[in-house]
């Protein structure tokens, strides 16, 4: 069965892949600016010294001098849109030298539309730019090139239609390798955000799991020790949910992990930071929290969550919790914060405990 994975937006996808397409436009502009020379001695080789040759070394300068300076900037491309930006200035006039050149060679010379047909193709699989972008000046060259060949008035039609079938087919051809090569990757980056998104959070409570919350919370520390501001943390323990689970089945602790979960966010604040830290564990960073505020979001979470029984199956599974708080102070890590909330928890869990097994007693 095939996997389906979120879409990825257009701007996630571009910036993911932008430091990978800027090499790719890279390669592309150094090709360019190295075939430069040969492809003057060709028009050289048809031309020689004349108004014509003058001409097309004028416009081969302007590229080789573009494309040097693209260069530079391509190695500090600062975001996706200025490398399409930059690109497409410089691939207008790389694909007018081209035609120029190609209505400057004799009439009765048709050998440049071999060379049109494989750029036509190979122009959209080498440049990594979105095909909305790159369509129309390929568009306009294919266009142009078509009314040259109606120009030059081949005796032969099944050569002129032959020249329009391979670049048609060539342009065509292109665009679709390319299109199926984008949305292949756009697969990958998918897949690769779900199993990075699936790593960080825990399965049945859908929260943040223990590995992310450290990160968040070594992250936040720094950030708050920076600014001078306080911070928070909140452990709060189910008690007894492994007797739940032996109770009434392992649904029905995950039926009291689910609902608790909704709780406590509905208790705590739009940017704190809940996680499920172990089995019957969860852990609320408090940003920009003071002790007093910690306690008074301990409080009401703790309400919240005793409020009312969770419903499980026609019966009433009533829930005690257990509650520690922890506030940073001068030299403190997350990893410090959390043994003196889980110290304070402690306390907390051995006062619940005898009244919730009288409780769970009852029920039985």
């Known amino acids: 069965m095939q996997v389906r994975y979120p879409d990825v937006s257009d701007e ?7 430091k990978q397409d800027r090499g790719q436009c890279r390669k592309v502009v150094r090709i360019v600016l190295w075939t430069s020379l040969p492809l003057l001695y060709v028009d050289y080789l048809f031309h020689g010294l004349t108004m014509s040759l003058l001409a097309l070394l004028v416009l081969r ?6 494309s040097a300076v693209l260069l530079r900037r ?9 490398l399409q930006r930059d ?12 035609f120029a050149s190609n209505a400057s060679l004799p009439r009765e010379y048709f050998g440049h539309y071999l060379i049109d047909a494989w750029l036509a193709m190979i ?27 109606a120009y030059q008035q081949v005796a032969l039609s099944a050569y002129t239609i032959s020249v329009t079938s391979m670049l048609l ?15 292949y990757r756009r697969k990958i980056l998918s897949a690769e955000q779900e199993i990075e998104r699936q790593s960080t959070i825990d399965p049945v409570t859908g929260v943040v799991n223990r590995r992310e919350f450290m990160r968040i919370s070594d992250s936040e520390l720094q950030r708050h020790v920076r600014l001078g501001k306080s911070l928070s943390i909140l452990v709060l323990d189910l008690d007894q949910l492994k007797q739940i689970s032996d109770l009434h089945g392992h649904h029905a602790g995950d039926i ?5 979960t909704r709780r406590m966010k509905r208790a705590t604040r739009s940017y704190d930071c809940l996680a499920r830290y172990g089995n019957e564990e969860f852990c609320i960073l408090l940003p920009e929290a003071s002790a007093e505020d910690a306690d008074r979001i301990a409080a009401r979470t703790r309400a919240t969550v005793l409020a009312m029984p969770v419903a499980y199956s026609g019966k009433e599974l009533r829930v005690t919790v257990s509650m520690g708080v922890a506030t940073m102070q001068e030299g403190d890590t997350a990893s410090s914060m959390l043994q003196r909330a889980d110290a304070s928890l402690a306390k907390a869990r051995v006062a619940n405990d005898h009244a919730y097994d009288s409780v769970i007693g009852g029920e039985a």
């Open 61 to 66: 300068t302007v590229v080789v001098i573009g």
């Open 74 to 82: 391509l190695a500090t491309t600062p975001s996706a849109d200025t």
């Open 87 to 98: 690109m497409l200035l410089w691939i207008v006039p790389v694909l007018f030298t081209q």
């Open 123 to 149: 122009y959209f699989i080498a440049i990594p730019l979105p095909l909305r972008a790159l369509r129309a000046p390929m568009i306009v060259f294919v266009t142009a090139s078509l009314c040259l060949l």
């Open 12 to 18: 996630a996808y571009r910036s993911y892949y932008l």
């Open 169 to 183: 087919a060539g342009a065509y051809s292109g665009h679709a390798i390319s299109a199926y090569l984008h949305r």
């Open 256 to 260: 009291v992990l689910v609902e608790v």
